[in-house]
């Protein structure tokens, strides 16, 4: 009997796969690739294009009840967040780094308080310089907080920015996709989601894949 694995995909844009005009973004990819590896998951995307991970946290906790109340699946959340937060509105930032460091504790906690995995992926580059480096510097406060929790993390800030060689705006496609990165971890560092659910080795995605990623997340 195939495991009932359900995993929820909560952030921005960026998750969602705006810009990607095959409609799949990094997310679809690696879902197809847990299937096409052996490892069928129900997916639910809960991506919302201009979120902070204030805007987040506000909707998790009915969002993630109303779709884990399944006793015989097994659970896990992953936590696509940040890159909104790094936006200037009205002279200020929309979100404090500390305040989404804060933010990002908080949602790990309320998820493992369920019972469920958590796995986190870091802000991506949007296009704009100066945008750009906040969120590499948040990214890294990320990646703190997942190895003192003892989370695995996937960066998408540094990678992404080098394949676009320093250009103003991020390509539509590109061969380090999000996707890619995942799915390159070994099962235990990556997709173990607190070891609650695994990806096979074997799955892979396309090189040439496009992603969803865009200017404005």
Sequence with gaps: ?????????????????????????????VVAASHGGGRPITAYN???RGDTSADVAARFAVEMDARTRAETATHGVV??????????????????PGLAVGTLNRLIDRTRARGHGVLIVGPPPVGDEAQDERIGELSSQFAHVATHRGIAFVETAKPLWRTRGGAARPPRTTARTPARLAMRRSPRSFWTLDGRIGWPGSAKVHKDDPVGVCSSP
Aim: charge should be neutral; hydrophobic fraction near 45%; proline fraction near 4%.
């Design 1 to 29: 009997m195939t495991p009932d694995r359900r995993i929820l995909f909560f952030g921005d844009s960026f998750v969602a796969g705006v810009g990607d005009p095959t409609g799949l973004g990094w997310v679809g990819r």
């Design 46 to 48: 809960l991506g919302v």
């Design 79 to 96: 936590l696509g967040v940040g890159a909104n937060d790094m936006t200037v509105t009205d002279n200020r930032l929309r979100v404090a």
